[in-house]
């Protein structure tokens, strides 16, 4: 079977975004390719350093690629995703050059290629995100792995706005909590939850395609018991006053639009941990926090993105 590699030059800050489209238009994963990864500096508690080829990085912005099968609908797909990523201009993204090429390859060249881009990553005190395909020896006792497969879910579960929600559940979870995971996408953070002994976490996506990969990762790593995932749009018709934490690695944008909802469900004195913020609407989405009856209790800064801890007063 023939693939079509659909590779969009663009920025950071549209990286979520154009992600979500390309999972949308029937991608089951992206390759991000950031130039920021050869000068970075990294914390020995965050990872190891793997060798990377500079020629694999574009000299400005970056590239995300997503791989389509080759069918007789493949032009109209990329319509509409290159559709869909003028759009974002809307909602004022910046998409920079927002250059699209295509290219065809192989099955067998690409079912095995992308794996080069993925190793085990230390992704805060506790956490390990490790490919399935990886052997890895945890280095403490109090180690906790996530297994991942990129090749079946949406990311790799390294992406700083995950990470930050990763070091925030677990400042912020406590044994027999209710976590619920709005936007679950891969189901990672509702893993994170169950190992750090929440007891019940409902995980939320509308994208029934993420709701399927989010139950193959949970049952991978053995948290079925606990992790309930449906097919939902944000918090609608959820009860009120149902869960300790809440958590959404999501865009600002919508965010802003449930931060009520947020408030409704969460108990009060509990937390709500947002991500998927750029840097330039930290404070829009912290006033919108505020309005809804939060107060902020710590901001996390990662690369250019941010993640905000709020608890309901």
Not at 82 to 91: G, T
Not at 261 to 279: E, L, M, N, T, Y
Request: aromatic fraction near 6%.
């Amino acid at each position: 079977m023939k693939w079509s590699e659909i590779s969009i030059h663009t920025t950071n800050e549209a990286i979520e975004p154009i992600s979500h489209i390309l999972h949308e238009a029937g991608a089951s994963g992206v390759v991000i390719e950031d130039p920021f990864e050869l000068t970075k500096e990294r914390q020995d508690q965050f990872g190891e350093i793997y060798q990377l080829n500079p020629d694999d990085y574009p000299e400005e912005g970056v590239i995300i690629k997503a791989y389509l099968p080759v069918n007789s609908f493949l032009g109209e797909t990329v319509d509409a995703i290159k559709e869909s990523v003028n759009n974002l201009i809307i909602h004022n993204i910046d998409i920079g050059r927002n250059q699209v090429t295509i290219c065809e390859v192989n099955e067998e060249e690409w079912a095995t290629a992308w794996k080069k881009y993925y190793h085990p990553v230390k992704v805060s005190e506790r956490f390990t995100i490790v490919p399935t395909w990886e052997i890895y020896n945890p280095v403490s006792s109090d180690e906790l792995i996530i297994e991942l497969d990129p090749g079946m879910a949406f990311g790799t579960g390294t992406h700083p706005t995950t990470v930050m929600c990763i070091q925030a559940l677990e400042r912020t979870v406590r044994p027999g909590d209710r976590v619920i995971d709005v936007g679950t996408g891969s189901g990672v953070l509702s893993i994170a939850a169950a190992m750090l002994e929440a007891e019940d976490i409902r995980a939320y996506d509308l994208d029934e395609v993420a709701v399927t990969q989010a139950r193959l990762n949970i049952k991978l790593n053995k948290v079925h018991g606990k992790v309930t995932i449906s097919q939902n749009n944000l918090l609608d018709a959820v009860e009120e006053s149902s869960a300790d934490v809440i958590v959404a690695n999501i865009l600002a944008e919508v965010i802003l639009r449930f931060t009520d909802d947020v408030a409704r469900v969460v108990k009060p004195g509990g937390s709500f941990i947002a991500s998927g913020i750029i840097q330039q609407k930290k404070d829009q989405v912290k006033e919108g926090l505020t309005a809804s009856g939060f107060e902020i209790v710590e901001t996390i800064l990662m690369e250019d993105w941010v993640a905000i801890i709020a608890k309901r007063k």
